[in-house]
């Protein structure tokens, strides 16, 4: 009989049993139950993202959440589930009770102070796509999409100043009439603290992008380093070559963060091959990132940051750009209300024959938020 193939995610997860079922001080925890139930009415110009012809609705949506944790001294469990509930004013045909839903398994281990592991084990789905595009934002319209992630992380440190992590991580992707995407990749790293301000890094990183039957494997050597340019401003910049299906190519990240009295502002990088939500295989993304935060009172903050990325597929090339502002307002430890927009403007969109066709979209969103003491 033949064995059923290795998976980061069932690995995650059996390590999360034997760890809760065999760690005798878990047993005497008690377990914390939080809950949140979130009613939201969104206002959306362009419902199926179209290019010529927008079609405009109101939505309204109940997100209830869930999360379960377990913690000791060394140990810490997590498990959370959502779900989201819509129902459509204009488009009656859409009202559904699973609009999206989402769940993660998550455990954090110490055996000693110089070892740390942990594992996360998470799973979305979705009806937009482009909520699960993080990185790029990338829209594809209404079709139902799922991901599936997958990351272990061990720490260890082996001096006063050196340290080692290793990260394999697993991811699958799915859109509803698309190819689907397995990315699995492991992260080997070295770092060490040059002095009060400064910490260096090296490391390697391996991929491999399956998709219709085909492989692309992927290495990436980079050098790393971060200063404290200040006590209240941080800088971290990583790059190194990329060797993939017999090409060179280039990996940089690079992200400035400066804390000031009652907020913060970063400016952030990036250029990577990664993957997205309706492409087939891997795809180069270049992006810049500029966000700010800003408490105005004890109750209320303020949020706004553009986003630009660029997104090369193999036969495609698509732009996207947005615009987010947040304001936050506090009523009560357990009761909070938000107001957001988002503006985002976005050149050819995957699965379409014009790819070049130009799509604008606004959306407006309401929040009230209600949660537990324990969540």
């Known amino acids: 009989m033949s064995m059923p193939p290795f998976s980061p995610a069932r690995a995650g997860l059996a390590l999360v049993i034997v760890a809760f079922s065999t760690n005798p001080s878990m047993a005497q925890q008690r377990l914390e139950l939080g ?7 969104a206002y959306d110009d362009n419902l199926f993202f179209s290019s010529d012809a927008p079609e405009r609705d109101e939505i309204w949506r109940l997100s209830p959440r869930l999360s379960l944790s377990r913690r000791s001294t060394r140990l810490t469990l997590r498990a959370r589930y959502g779900l989201d509930a819509e129902r459509y004013r204009r488009h009656p045909s859409l009202d559904t009770p699973l609009a999206g839903q989402d769940a993660s398994l998550e455990m954090t281990w110490t055996p000693s102070r110089r070892v740390v592991a942990s594992t996360t084990a998470s799973y979305a789905q979705s009806q937009s796509p482009g ?3 993080v990185l790029t934002g990338l829209q594809l319209g209404r079709r139902r999409a799922r991901r599936l992630f997958a990351r272990q992380w061990l720490s260890w440190q082996i001096g006063e100043r050196t340290s080692g992590t290793l ?9 509803a009439g698309l190819p689907r995407t397995d990315t699995e990749g492991v992260v080997v790293g070295l770092e060490r603290r040059l002095g009060a301000s400064d910490r260096a890094r090296v490391s390697y990183t391996g991929r491999r992008f399956g998709f219709e039957g085909s492989a692309v494997f992927a290495h ?8 404290e340019i200040t006590p209240l401003a941080h800088f971290e910049v990583e790059a190194g070559p990329r060797f993939s299906d017999r090409a060179v190519g280039a990996e940089v990240s690079a992200r400035l963060r400066h804390h000031f009295a009652r907020g913060e502002a970063v400016l952030a990088y990036v250029h990577t091959q990664t993957t997205v939500l309706g492409e087939a295989g891997p795809v ?3 992006g810049v990132t500029a966000a700010f935060r800003r408490q105005l009172s004890e109750a209320l903050t303020v949020a706004a940051g553009p986003t630009f990325a660029r997104v090369q597929g193999r036969d495609s090339e698509f732009e996207v750009f947005r615009v987010n502002v947040d304001v936050d307002w506090r009523l009560t430890r357990r009761l909070s209300l938000s107001a957001s927009h988002q503006f985002n403007f976005q050149s050819g969109m995957p699965g ?19 949660t537990s003491s324990g969540h």
Request: no cysteine; hydrophobic share 55%; net charge negative.
């Open 35 to 41: 809950a949140s139930l979130a009613a939201v009415e």
């Open 131 to 133: 909520m699960l595009n």
């Open 167 to 175: 990260e394999p991580t697993f991811t699958q992707e799915e859109v």
């Open 220 to 227: 990436v050597v980079a050098l790393g380093w971060s200063r």
């Open 284 to 286: 180069i993304t270049k």
């Open 352 to 370: 379409l024959t014009t790819r070049n066709a130009e799509i604008a979209h606004n959306a407006f969103v309401l929040r009230a938020v209600a």
